[in-house]
């Protein structure tokens, strides 16, 4: 009896542990990722936050109304995720296009205060950072609906979430989106007959 | 949902904990332990198991069963024997009364904890009006309550595939539901009939013009009446309605439709398009509403108006219901001669051999509806028919459809000027762009010295390997190998100016070779080979830009994916005066494009001329096609005519690569008979009309094709079916939903569109699991205490 007892104890013991180590994982890493992310900064390159890291950061994204900023990482596959918001399609893509997706118990909890108006901000490597207006938020349905790359407008941020915030249901199918369209619209060049895929330069600000 | 899991454990403990309160009253045949048991994982039974033993019955089977299981169960079991042994029953009783208000406590608990969970989760979908597009009022989310399945039944007999093609719409839901589906057909498909079944009634659909029969069916509909209809979106895409689906039920439609069989080069094909690859939308959107959150159908543009009626949803496989977008097959095949073979490139056949009839089915059974169904078979080597006629009367009409093959040409080789171009849009990723760019591989292979070439690449903006066509050196051949290996999909499908530099670069670079004026130049045979999956809109504005700028080349289409848009692909050929080519799976794509290189090298026979006995105006009127291009190796020339009995003799001319005339003649009294041969002509007839105006640049002559799709009973641009149910099903109260039903990605493409990520941790659950578990133990050892001191 006793031992049954204790076992229940300790597995239930176990789960809450496993439970709080995820956001205490989100809190700790980001951290870590200010220091690669000076550092890729300093180096121009991409720097890996600890050496077995397979993701690394590529923009820090700042919401001055909820006083809150955190460095976003590259890709959106679950290594990345579990540190840091992920880089789904970063500012070299077709149109200036940036597409952040977070986990909504950790980094992209604030996301539900995010208004029409408030300000965002993204910080590339090269140190510039780019002002974003909320123009607003929205709640989708990722089985019916996908992002269409190709027809969103110059210069937009998407932030995604997982929805509802607060359920214990993790393969729900809504989506919050957060819409965001850059400051200054920011000139670019239309793509180069070249096939190689460069990055175009950038006028403006 | 994790709630309603956890709220069953809830209850489970409860029901667990309970017992005793009712045992203190009432004898011990609670049947209490078997519930938890049942309903409970182990937890929860070993729970139970306390309290049977506590009860001092120790011989219940069933817990002991669940404890058999786990490995803790024995120590714990025996340990609670022993204590139960030197009880007296009063102090039994006693035990019973502290547990019944400790089970009250803990569901107090309990109740407590999961219910502000309950109160989140509800004000969370609450919160959302006003935002929410693809959740309903209240806050769910739509699931596609429909089911679909499809059934083919296709009898091949001569040159004709009679279709008859099922379609069942099982309503999953509790609420009476419309159901809309946007399918592909074959690219030549005669539509000509449609059935409703609703249960035991059968409604036979009628034939109306298209705002007529979209009105008939919108009346029907909001009267609560079962109907059916099926519109024409573009020759090979039609949308089906289905109004009033009950609850529960399922209604079939019925489609009849008729194509012929494609012969070429000895061998018969028949494809059974199931799905489509999403297409590009040229041109600017027309509304001002943006347009990604539109749900995946894509918003009306100025090139292509009706874009929303042609993009259905694109979900995975995985996306259905399981036992929906599945499709049986069942092809019987009546040849007329002994068939050598019967082979797919797409799916394991299992064959049956019945005298000259042969029936096909998938190995599997039902086919996912993600790929198209290719059949092919061949008669035995030295019995490939050279010729054939089939005749048929119908209404006092005299029907005739002639197939005459002309024999191999002996090869004379003419230097040529070859531009290759490949579609790297965004929906060729995947499979397809693979195939292409093997296929672009084996075309730089069939390149002589002498020939020149060019390659172009398009997505958003094309763009071209040589300035213009350069000559086929090593040199060049190895800058094209590794342009092409470097190719990836990504972008849109502009098509028209890629076909504009194809086809110009090719007058530019003629006008510098004059200069040079080398004696060759001249007659070089300049030809474009375009590979592409075909997914656009603008079908129309295409055809008319390949008719503009052709000139004196030759344009030569691949197909390239699952379910590459055939009829795009067939007609872009037939504007080019080239041949189609369609290349199925990655292990296939050398056996047709072989062919079809070979067969460029020369065109077998030009300047064809088809004399039919009676040479009167208003035969040569209704003989379809009316100019009949060039045929290349292994093609055969067809005719269909309307008016002329089968006596007489046809007469085919041509002349051959080399100069020389080829003439051959048919008996027609030896014409065997044809069914849906009136059906065959009529579709020619409208699509000759249809080409006619796009010639003119005129509107097409609207009555006269209603008119004749009207007297054969066709589906046509301008005329749909619609089956109506006279009595009404469903009463003006309960609502109709509307369920658009999405269609499979073809296999082996990437989705164009990106999809949104899981972003969402364990984090909350197992916190909460934890928590529960910690509650859950302290309680038990508060019980312990104070139950045993």
Known sequence: MSRLLLLLMTSSATLLVFGLWIPLKAVVAQELLEIAWAESQARQTESRPWPWADTWPVAKLSMPELGDSMIVLAGVHGESLAFGPGQMMGAESQQGTVIIAGHRDTHFRPLQYLEPGNELQLQNRDGRWQGYRVREARIVDSRSEFIDTHKLPAGTLLLVTCYPFDTMDTGGPLRYVVEARAEVIRTQVTHSQDSSGKIDTVAGL | ?789
Not at chain 2, 203 to 213: C, D, K, L, S
Request: glycine content about 8%; charged content about 20%; proline content about 7%.
């Open chain 2, 1 to 789: 949902m994790m709630f309603s899991a956890l709220s069953s454990k809830h209850s489970a403990f409860l029901l667990c904990l309970s017992p005793p309160s009712q045992a203190a009253g009432a004898p011990p045949e609670t049947r209490c332990e078997y519930v938890c048991v049942r309903s409970a994982p182990p937890l929860a039974a070993s729970c139970s198991c306390v309290a049977a033993r506590v009860l001092g019955r120790p011989s219940l089977a069933s817990p002991r069963r669940a404890l058999r299981s786990s490995p803790m169960a024995p120590h714990g079991s025996r340990r609670a024997y022993s204590l139960t042994e030197g009880l007296s029953a009063r102090q039994r009783l006693r035990i019973l009364h502290f547990m019944e208000g400790i089970s009250l406590w803990l569901a107090v608990l309990l109740m407590l904890f999961v219910q502000p969970l309950y109160a989140e989760a509800s004000t969370g979908s609450e919160d959302t009006a006003g935002v929410l597009h693809f959740v309903d009022g209240k806050g769910q989310w739509q699931e596609p309550a429909l089911v679909l399945g499809s059934d083919f039944d296709i009898r091949v007999s001569g040159l004709i595939a009679d279709s008859r093609l099922v379609r069942t719409f099982r309503n999953t839901s509790d609420r009476w539901r419309e159901g809309v589906f946007v399918f592909p057909l074959p690219e030549k498909a005669s539509v000509y009939g449609l059935t409703m079944k609703v249960g035991e009634r059968t409604i036979v659909g009628e034939v109306q013009p298209r705002e007529e029969a979209k009105k008939t069916y919108e009346k029907a509909r909001d009267s609560g009446r079962h109907a059916a209809t099926v519109e024409q979106q573009r020759p090979n895409l039609f949308t089906t309605r289905v109004a009033n689906i009950p609850p529960g039920a399922t209604v079939s439609v019925e489609l009849n439709y008729q194509q012929l069989v494609s012969y070429r080069g000895g061998v018969f094909e028949l494809s059974v398009p199931t799905t489509l690859t999403p297409r590009y939308m040229p041109g600017e959107p027309l509304a001002a509403t943006p347009q990604q959150w539109q749900g995946g159908w894509a918003v009306p543009t100025t090139e292509v108006p009706d874009a929303d009626a042609i993009s259905p949803f694109t979900v995975g496989v995985a996306d259905v219901a399981a036992d929906s977008h599945r499709a049986s097959v069942r092809f019987t095949i009546d040849a007329g001669f002994p068939l050598a073979r019967v082979s797919s490139p797409s799916h394991e056949l299992a064959t049956q051999q019945d005298g000259q009839v042969m029936t096909v089915e998938p190995q599997a059974g039902e086919i996912v509806m993600n790929r198209d169904f290719v059949l092919r078979w061949q008669p035995l080597a030295g019995q490939e028919p050279g010729a054939a006629v089939f005749h048929q009367q119908w209404e006092g009409e005299d029907y005739l459809l002639a197939m005459v093959m002309p024999g191999r040409a002996g090869k004379t080789r003419l230097p040529r000027e070859l531009t290759f171009v490949i579609d790297t849009s965004g929906s060729m990723a995947g499979q397809s762009i693979r195939q292409a760019k093997e296929a672009l591989q084996l075309g730089l292979e069939t390149l002589a010295p002498g020939d020149r070439f060019n390659v172009i690449q398009f997505n958003s903006q094309p763009h071209a390997l040589f300035m213009q066509p350069e000559m086929a050196t090593a040199n060049n051949l190895a800058r094209a190998r590794q342009y092409v290996s470097r190719l990836e999909a990504d972008g849109g499908t502009e098509m028209a100016p890629a076909l504009a530099m194809a086809l110009q670069s090719h007058v530019k670079g003629r006008g510098e070779v004059s200069a040079d004026a080398s004696p060759d130049e001249s007659t070089r045979v300049q030809q474009v080979v375009f590979m592409t999956d075909g997914a656009v809109g603008n079908e129309s504005t295409l055809f008319s830009q390949i008719r503009r700028q052709l000139g004196d080349q030759r344009l030569f289409t691949v197909a390239i994916g699952s379910a590459p848009n055939r009829h795009f692909m067939r007609e872009a050929a037939r504007w080019g005066r080239g041949s189609y080519t369609a290349v199925q799976d990655p292990s296939d794509i050398s056996g047709p494009l072989v062919r079809l290189f070979a067969a460029m090298e020369a065109p077998v026979l030009t300047d064809i001329e088809v004399r039919w006995p009676d040479q009167s105006a208003s035969v040569q009127e209704d003989s379809f096609p009316r100019r009949p291009g060039d045929l290349y190796q292994g093609e055969p020339l067809l005719q269909v005519v309307r008016g002329i009995p089968p006596a007489g003799e046809l007469s085919v001319s041509g002349r051959l690569p080399g100069g020389g005339k080829w003439q051959r003649s048919l008996d027609l009294q030896q014409a065997d008979s044809g069914l849906g041969l009136n059906r065959y002509w009529a579709r020619e007839k409208i699509d000759s009309l249809l080409d006619e105006a796009r010639v003119e640049g005129q509107e097409p002559d609207k009555a006269k094709i209603t008119g004749l799709a009207v007297e054969h009973s066709l589906m046509s641009p301008y005329t749909s079916f619609v089956a109506v149910d006279a009595t009404p099903a469903r009463d003006p109260e309960s609502t109709l939903v509307k369920d658009d039903l999405p269609t499979l990605l073809p296999a082996g493409s990437q989705p164009g569109m990106t999809r949104y990520p899981q972003t969402a941790t364990f984090a909350p659950l197992l916190v909460a699991l934890g928590l529960l578990g910690l509650m859950f133990s302290a309680a038990i050892v508060l019980l312990q205490r104070r139950a045993y001191p």
